[in-house]
């Protein structure tokens, strides 16, 4: 049956190799069957050798040159159809992109396909059942991978060392001797069961094979020798946390934009960024958002009082009376502006943080994310009801809740259905709260307390815009005189 498939060209040539390329999806994350190289290269490179031999005869109707690339090119093309399909994916979020998605899920892994079958092409009638032609094999295709890179503006896409991802300590080599040189090693280990096929003595082949596992672990001490040397680096510095927060706003990237527009740009991200002077925080914010001026220019803008932008209690109204397309933020929105927590306390939450009793009625106790002090918050019978049904304790209230800049513009889009042209982040539903709590009377250090302010003056820039509002209010009776 063996050598009935394999004097089916059909099958050698465009099925085979297809499939092989497919399933090494599985190879990569979230999968992770590594294991699974060690065959499929095994059997690909047999493939290529059986090409190579059988052209004259069993192929000899085709050009022996066509057989090759084509054997490279279908294995590739299979490879990228299952190891891009993020790219695909990532257009299924708007409408305006989706007509792409038939030229991303075929287009692009028939252009990648392209290098495999050029160097198949190329090494292909060197190939034979040695050691050398392992070499052969695994450094050609390293550089194909080292070249594909290059053309596709240096981004690696889905080399073979990355189906060693999930592997902290394999990986860890990755330091000194970089990517690509990885990528060799990987794929000559991949490769290396070709020498059960070899002309020579079974000890020779066990050797070979017990030299290439131990090569292996030597990396694994390696790797396990410098994750324990970090986390001792770690040990000592235990009492003086860095703590890092991405900050990924939904910013339009170009080019020497004006300069109020830099500075405007600067007071958005540090709004969004929350800084607390007593936490050492590493901020990362998106890369180009300063794009045609320097760190002296930007370090140059003076940072004046925080603007604070805020709902009115007419737009929270008019925000909660149309629909948002994501129902579970909507949600976790207005309980915020009911409640005043945080989005790193509100994603966290648990029913059993949600407590009642007679004294204090409804509260919440929990630990604050950012200041890591115990508060016990009191909560309006209102924020309650907004949850719906109670759940088990242990579960978190907003379950699966995300957040990032794709969210804050489905945020924004609410807004707008809503008739509000704020600039509205979810952090912005804290501000909400503040400035409500004090429009409606609550004294400054209620207010800062309900908040779990540990100084008096953070809270004291609310009271600061409800002066300016009222400034602004007494403005707008105008009369001739």
């Given at each position: 049956m063996v050598e009935k498939i394999l004097n089916n060209r059909i099958l050698v040539l465009y099925v085979l190799p297809f499939f092989l390329g497919l399933l090494s999806v599985f190879s990569f994350q979230p999968f992770n069957f590594s294991f699974i190289n060690f065959l499929l290269f095994l059997i690909f490179f047999s493939l290529v050798f059986y090409v190579k031999k059988k052209s004259q005869s069993t192929y000899r109707k085709k050009p022996f040159r066509k057989n090759l690339f084509l054997l490279g090119f279908i294995f590739g093309f299979g490879f990228y159809l299952g190891g891009v399909f993020w790219i695909t994916y990532s257009l299924t979020f708007e409408d305006s992109f989706k007509f792409?998605?038939?030229?991303?899920?075929i287009l692009i892994p028939l252009f990648l396909g392209l290098f495999n079958g050029l160097t198949t092409l190329v090494i292909g009638k060197f190939l034979d059942y040695n050691f050398s032609s392992i070499l052969l094999f695994a450094g050609s295709f390293s550089l194909s991978d080292y070249i594909r890179g290059k053309v596709l503006s240096g981004f690696p896409w889905n080399v073979w060392g990355y189906s060693w991802s999930w592997f902290g300590e394999i990986i860890q080599i990755l330091n000194p001797i970089g990517l690509f040189a990885f990528n060799l090693i990987s794929i000559s280990i991949f490769t290396i069961p070709v020498v059960l096929f070899y002309k020579s003595s079974m000890k020779e082949k066990i050797l070979t094979l017990a030299f290439t596992f131990l090569f292996i672990f030597l990396i694994y001490i390696y790797g396990s020798f410098q994750i324990n040397k970090n986390k001792n680096l770690l040990d000592n510095f235990n009492n003086d946390k860095i703590y890092t927060k991405i900050i990924s706003p939904n910013f339009e990237l170009k080019y020497n934009s004006s300069i109020s527009e830099i500075e405007e740009k600067l007071k958005k991200l540090i709004r969004y960024s929350d800084p607390d002077k007593n936490q050492k925080t590493l901020f990362i914010w998106p890369e180009g958002v300063f794009s045609g001026y320097s760190f002296d220019e930007v370090s140059a803008f003076k940072q004046g009082e925080t603007e604070r932008e805020f709902l009115t209690l007419e737009e929270l109204q008019a925000a909660v009376e149309v629909d948002c397309d994501m129902p579970k933020l909507k949600t976790a929105f207005i309980f915020s502006c009911l409640t005043g927590l945080r989005w790193s306390d509100i994603k966290k939450l648990t029913w059993s943080e949600i407590q009642q009793s007679k004294d204090l009625g409804h509260y919440i106790r929990f630990t604050q994310q950012k200041t890591k002090g115990v508060e016990t918050q009191p909560v309006s019978e209102q924020a309650i009801d907004l949850l719906g049904e109670r759940q088990e304790p242990a579960e978190r209230v907003f379950k699966d809740l995300k957040y990032s800049s794709w969210h804050n513009l489905k945020l924004?889009?609410?807004?707008?259905?809503?008739?509000?042209?704020?600039?509205?982040?979810?952090?912005?539903?804290?501000h909400t709260y503040a400035t409500l709590q004090i429009t409606a009377g609550t004294d400054i250090y209620t207010v800062s307390k309900l908040l779990g302010h540990r100084e008096l003056k953070t809270t004291q820039i609310y009271a600061k815009i409800i002066d300016n509002k009222k400034r602004e209010a007494a403005n707008k009776i105008q009369i001739k005189l």
């Open positions: 792409l998605i038939p030229f991303a899920l924004q889009q609410w807004m707008m259905r809503a008739g509000i042209t704020k600039s509205i982040s979810f952090h912005c539903a804290r």
